[in-house]
T-cell receptor, first 112, second 115 residues
Framework: GDSVTQMEGPVTLSEEAFLTINCTYT??????LFWYVQYPGEGLQLLLK?????DKGSNKGFEATYRKETTSFHLEKGSVQVSDSAVYFC???????????FGAGTRLTVKP | NAGVTQTPKFRVLKTGQSMTLLCAQD?????MYWYRQDPGMGLRLIHY???????AKGEVPDGYNVSRLKKQNFLLGLESAAPSQTSVYFC??????????????FGQGTRLTVV
């Protein structure tokens, strides 16, 4: 079935460090791909998305490129801040399907 | 601008007790979902609804029932709670899914402990 695999955490970085969180997917159709972020005590909120191959989603300095050849959607940020500390979830929705599948989540802690 | 509201936010149940979690959205969304979040497992879909009066099973439906009598509300019921149902429950809604990457909006979660 459709699924998402993302790198296990936790990830701890110093402020201004470069961030990569890996995400790969398995899907029988043509998925849309998402990154959601969950701040402490809150629900998930959309960070960025891409709906077709080679699309790049970006928001708040974060980027991810939909790579069909490697079935990947890795999240990157050039310079993280303490306020980026959160749990990040990769997710997919397959076209004409009715549910989203999430990865296990990666906890990021950024230290000053 | 409430978005998705879940009640209650916290609850402790004894094994065998029943309860209903309420989700309400004010965005006129067709699709609504219930997920559970467990450590190391991400979010898993319990049940979902594609419109008023319709429901469908997700990945982990056993032990739960749902109802969507009104478009804005989606109820999740536990008829006989078990310790394995200790989790954080999230409700979400969206205009559609699987079409042009439609975004889902999440509630703040309900932390349920079954003792």
């Amino acid at each position: 079935g459709d699924s998402v695999t993302q790198m296990e955490g936790p990830v701890t970085l110093s402020e201004e460090a470069f961030l990569t969180i890996n995400c790969t997917y398995t899907a029988t159709g043509y998925p849309s791909l998402f990154w959601y972020v969950q701040y402490p005590g809150e629900g998930l909120q959309l960070l960025l998305k891409a709906t077709k191959a080679d699309d790049k989603g970006s928001n708040k300095g974060f980027e991810a490129t939909y790579r069909k050849e490697t079935t990947s959607f890795h999240l990157e940020k050039g310079s993280v801040q303490v306020s980026d500390s959160a749990v990040y979830f990769c997710a997919l929705v397959v076209t004409n399907n009715n549910d989203m599948r999430f990865g296990a989540g990666t906890r990021l802690t950024v230290k000053p | 601008n409430a978005g998705v509201t879940q009640t209650p936010k916290f609850r402790v149940l004894k094994t065998g007790q029943s309860m209903t979690l309420l989700c309400a959205q004010d965005m006129n969304h067709e699709y609504m979902y219930w997920y559970r979040q467990d450590p190391g497992m991400g979010l898993r879909l319990i049940h979902y609804s594609v419109g008023e009066g319709t429901t469908a099973k997700g990945e982990v439906p056993d032990g739960y029932n749902v109802s969507r009598l009104k478009k804005q509300n989606f109820l999740l019921g536990l008829e006989s709670a078990a310790p394995s149902q200790t989790s954080v429950y999230f409700c979400a809604s969206s205009y559609r899914t699987g079409r042009l990457g439609t975004e889902a909006f999440f509630g703040q979660g309900t932390r349920l402990t079954v003792v």
